[in-house]
């Protein structure tokens, strides 16, 4: 049972788990991320890319095979 009991805490440890222990780390130790200043404004809207100021553009290509 034991055996078992250590394999699953090892495969607990994966790349998600190491991101979200380092935000949490970066954070102060604390769960609770703030809303960056732009999220506050009223002129923000997710669905306009217009919305944002100062913020260059970027691409993305994904190709699946």
């Known amino acids: ?3 078992g009991l250590l ?3 090892a495969d ?3 790349r998600p788990m190491q991101l979200n222990q380092g935000w949490f780390m970066c954070n ?3 769960g609770y991320v ?3 200043d732009y999220v ?3 002129s923000y809207s997710p669905f306009d890319k217009h ?3 100062n913020v260059d553009p970027i691409s993305i290509s ?3 095979s």
Do not use: I, N
Request: net charge negative.
């Open 34 to 36: 703030l809303q960056p």
């Open 7 to 9: 394999y699953a805490v």
């Open 28 to 30: 102060g130790h604390c």
């Open 51 to 53: 919305s944002l100021e």
């Open 40 to 42: 506050k404004q009223t």
């Open 1 to 3: 049972m034991l055996s």
């Open 12 to 14: 607990a440890v994966d």
């Open 62 to 64: 994904v190709t699946v």
